[in-house]
């Protein structure tokens, strides 16, 4: 059994959806890896609907917010680094705009891809492709139409934490069909394109405080973000994500 089966938090104690490497099949960039590797493995864990007592519980909901504990453990999928499956966000009820997203590295470092994908019928573009290098303490901001994939690129316990409207489901198809976000990266280092998207931009390399400033909002760096929840007011954008500024 792993240590991470189980998450204490606050009073309480929480349970995981564990993602195995089966699930991650379609996405990873070394598939002679796949072909000798434990598919039943765990990858990684995901703590959803998380709260330190019923009080923050009922004031969480009522919100209508959601927050998730992920722990990344360190390792290899071959020439790859561990990583999410990846997913792009459903839109705000009739409107052509994506929820927005917030992370916080509580332990460990991650690397945070994003990519920003416009579809008309059955054409998709990527126009604009972000890695965001983050560290213990560092807030990383997923804005609105930006899909991503998170990576433990160290030898240590990536563990992250997230605020999302509760409305939001995941949308994960888009990069299982194309077998992953629009870029790899190894484990030497390198950032390798994917050769089953037709044209991808050049990687911009930003840090968190880089993408809060592309959408208007700032965070602070000292004050945990489950905090927040005790001035709802600084996650208003989560559910309404108009009150972003993406120029």
Known sequence: MSVWNELKFGERTFFPK???????????FDKSFLKHANMDMDVYFMFRE???DKEDEKRIKDKGLRYDITIIPPKKLGL???????????????????YPEVYEVLEGEAHYLLQHR???GATEKITD????????GD?????????????NPS????????????AFSSVYEPMRRRGGAAYFELTNGEFVKNERYEEVPDIR?????????????SLSKEVEIYELIKEPEKLAFLTDPNLLIKK
């Open 18 to 28: 564990v993602r195995k490497l089966e699930e991650l099949k379609e996405v990873v």
């Open 50 to 52: 998380v709260s330190k």
């Open 80 to 98: 790859e680094f561990v990583k999410t499956a990846g997913h792009y966000h459903p839109f705000l009820p009739g409107s052509k705009i994506t």
């Open 118 to 120: 416009e579809k008309e």
């Open 129 to 136: 492709v972000v890695v965001v290098k983050a560290k213990k």
């Open 139 to 151: 807030k990383v901001i997923i804005p609105p139409n930006y899909g991503h994939v998170t990576i």
């Open 155 to 166: 030898e240590v316990v990536l563990k992250m934490a997230n605020w999302v409207a509760s």
């Open 205 to 217: 390399f930003l840090k968190p405080s880089d993408v809060e400033r592309e959408v208007g909002l």
